[in-house]
Nanobody
Framework: QVQLVESGGGLVQAGGSLRLTCAAS????????MGWFRQAPGKQREFVSA????????TYADSVKGRFTISRDNAKTTLYLQMNSLKPEDTAIYYC?????????????????WGQGTQVTVSS
């Protein structure tokens, strides 16, 4: 079993920045890929970014490419998402997810464990 706890969400003005953190416990953190997803009201959960087990490979949704950066610290068993140049359309609940697979994937079904989410609200 894996426990994931997100933090760092909040209210920010358009153009601002936030850094999300996901603390993981319950398994060897470095044994699988990790990802961030988000869900806006009335919409399906969508992929944001993912990182391989080693941290050497990353992938991003087109909507956040160039603005968001995913990283992980396997020694601290923590996943991060640095979000810059935020836009109102980035408003959503952001979820951390852990996969038992090694490679970064954008497929929601490839993730086995989920956090409870953290709210990000970007005002215009």
């Amino acid at each position: 079993q894996v426990q994931l706890v997100e933090s760092g969400g909040g209210l920010v003005q358009a153009g601002g920045s936030l850094r999300l953190t996901c603390a993981a416990s319950g398994r060897t953190f470095s044994s699988g890929a990790m990802g961030w997803f988000r869900q806006a009201p009335g919409k399906q959960r969508e992929f944001v970014s993912a990182i391989s087990w080693s941290g050497r490979s990353t992938t991003y949704a087109d909507s956040v490419k160039g603005r968001f950066t995913i990283s992980r610290d396997n020694a601290k068993t923590t996943l991060y998402l640095q979000m810059n140049s935020l836009k109102p359309e980035d408003t959503a609940i952001y979820y951390c997810a852990a996969s038992q697979r090694l490679i970064a994937t954008m497929e929601l079904g490839e993730y086995d464990y989920w956090g409870q989410g953290t709210q990000v609200t970007v005002s215009s």
